[in-house]
């Protein structure tokens, strides 16, 4: 029954960088793996990228890799993407969750999503 609540999008040029953050009230998620999923307008919602609970090893969609970065602080229970090199396409709206590794995919682990943090990049 964690609560997600996503912070720091916004507008920026094609280039551009954004910080995301996600912050975790409740119960603590320290021992799961954390990751980004993000909806655009008439699409499904896709995998972005995910950290490991404690090695930090991360994880990231090939349309993102080398562009985004995943982090996160477990003390805060707050999850971090660095986005940079922004491009249109990335324009949506990003959540957080929990995730697990299923049939070779990242998967949700919660059906609790926060409301998300719109994204939108101008050309």
Not at 26 to 32: A, E, I, N
Not at 36 to 63: H, I, L, M, Q
Not at 73 to 82: E, I
Not at 105 to 120: C, Y
Request: hydrophobic share 35%; aromatic share 12%.
């Amino acid at each position: 029954q964690v609560q997600l609540e996503e912070s720091g999008g916004g507008l920026v040029q094609a280039g551009g960088s954004l910080r995301l953050s996600c912050a975790a009230s409740g119960r603590t998620f320290s021992r799961w793996d954390m990751g980004w999923f993000r909806r655009a307008p008439g699409k499904e919602r896709e995998f972005v990228a995910a950290v490991n609970w404690s090695e930090g090893g991360t994880y990231y969609a090939d349309s993102v890799k080398g562009r985004f970065t995943i982090s996160r602080d477990n003390a805060k229970n707050t999850v971090f993407l660095q986005m940079d090199s922004l491009k249109p396409e990335d324009t949506a709206t990003y959540y957080c969750n929990k995730v697990f590794r299923g049939s070779g995919r990242w998967l949700a682990g919660s059906p609790n999503w926060g409301q998300g943090t719109q994204v939108t990049v101008s050309s």
